[in-house]
């Protein structure tokens, strides 16, 4: 069964900090993905990592992954409030072929604070 | 562009009465489509998986059901609800085959059981 691991559940930063959040999985799988969600609102595509050594980046967010470590990492630079989320890697549990479902992470939830 | 819809928004219903909630997707043809459910704002649990019309593979025994007839509808009912199936519940849509096979997800329904 795989199994994906978030840490930490909780962080809680300052603005202009930088802080890392670790996504941990249990089986080789094809795709990693990270989404952000809102208090009470839908998730939101964040990255789609495919491949080991991939990195992506979107403003203060960057995304890599290392398959070979099963780990992909959410670095986020000098924060600020409106990163303020729950953040949720999710990982693809099959291999190949045209379906596919994800095993999300129990979430990240990050307050930035002034 | 694709769009999905989810609706209600939020719904509140007594212990033992029926549900249906309702999903559909524009602007694509023969998507993959996927029922989740959030509890208490965190970690989601896929539910139910939809690769066609009529096709449904249920992840997690429970007084749920899925339903599509029709290639871009997907529909989750219960015949009585129990406390336990409060939550946030959301619809995705994925394209098979694609190379990122991204989950979009809608908007939810928030689910409160009394």
């Known amino acids: 069964e795989l199994k994906v691991e978030q840490n930490p559940l909780f962080l809680s930063m300052q603005e202009g900090k930088n802080y890392t959040i670790y996504c941990n999985y249990s089986?080789?799988?094809?795709?990693l993905y990270w989404y952000r969600q809102d208090p009470g609102k839908s998730l939101e595509s964040l990255f789609v990592l495919l491949s080991n050594g991939a990195v992506k980046q979107e403003g203060r967010l960057m995304a890599s992954l290392d398959t070979k470590a099963r780990l992909s990492t959410l670095h986020i630079t000098a924060a600020v409030h409106d990163l303020s989320a729950t953040y949720f890697c999710a990982v693809d549990g099959r291999r190949g072929g045209s379906n596919y479902k994800l095993t999300f992470g129990k979430g990240t939830l990050l307050t930035v604070n002034p | 562009s694709q769009t999905i819809h989810q609706w209600p928004a939020t719904l509140v219903q007594p212990v033992g009465s029926p549900l249906s909630l309702e999903c559909t997707v524009e602007g694509t043809s023969n998507p993959n489509l996927y029922w989740y459910r959030q509890a208490a704002g965190r970690g989601l649990q896929l539910l139910f998986y939809s690769v066609g019309i009529g096709q449904i593979s249920s992840e997690v025994p429970q007084n749920l059901s899925a339903s599509r007839p029709q290639d871009r509808q997907f529909i989750l009912s219960s015949k009585k609800l129990l406390l336990s199936d409060s939550g946030f519940y959301l619809c995705?849509?994925?394209?098979?085959?694609?190379?990122?096979?991204?989950?979009?997800f809608g908007q939810g329904t928030r689910l409160t059981v009394v």
């Open positions: 995705a849509w994925s394209v098979p085959g694609h190379r990122y096979a991204e989950a979009f």
């Open positions: 089986t080789t799988s094809d795709r």
